[in-house]
């Protein structure tokens, strides 16, 4: 997956990193710790995910066989923004915060649409989808900006996890296959953790982050699969 010893030594460190960092967030969870340290932590696992990115970026963007593969570090980019505004500047559900970044999450999986090339059949199901969600949120009362743009977020990684097993025309890794199923697990949780109550809901807000974290480990680790293909003698 490496070129080099040293970035060997980089990826085994992140994932060490990424292990902790989960470790110390479920275990600050469990005994209900200040929730503006753990989202603090939670954004740290964001951060550390950017800057591996950043570092194949800067080295191998230019370099790649296939230069669309930079797609997925767009969109690895584009999480950082929106986890800027839904952990490290949460204000709640409902505030403006939440909504930035949900939206931002929204050009998180157009960004990734793009890397998988839907095709026409899955663009047409994602409109119908999406208007006939709307047509439901009208009728229950919930046609607001926050639901629409949650809803929406909900069609389209459900759609690019449909697009990442089924797509023939991007040759797309297994690492980003399970990573984006994962994400799908995550953005799914908390759909479930928002409509229920009890254990249930208890569960859902449990497995979140066991879902988010991985899944951008492993779509961090699929860039940097990617990046085994650059052409060593430009580099």
Known sequence: MVKTQAEKVILICYL?????????????????????????????????????????????????????DNIIAYGLFLTLIADLFLTFIDQGNGSVCNFIGIACFCLVEFTYALYLKPGKITIILRIALFAAALIALYKVGMFDAGSIVGILNLILILFNVINAWTTKKVKVSLLFKIGITLFLGCDYAILFRGLTSGMVHDVADF?????????????????????????????
């Open 207 to 235: 497995v979140v982050w066991i879902f988010y974290i991985p899944a951008q480990v492993l779509i961090v680790l699929s860039y940097v699969k990617a990046c085994k293909s650059a052409n060593a003698n430009q580099i």
């Open 16 to 68: 060490i990193v990424e292990a902790i960092l989960l470790v110390i967030i479920k275990a600050l969870q469990i005994v209900d710790y200040n929730v503006r340290i753990i989202d603090n932590w939670m954004y740290t696992a964001i951060i550390v995910n950017t800057i591996i990115t950043i570092i194949f970026f800067v080295k191998y963007a230019k370099h790649l066989e296939n230069k669309h």
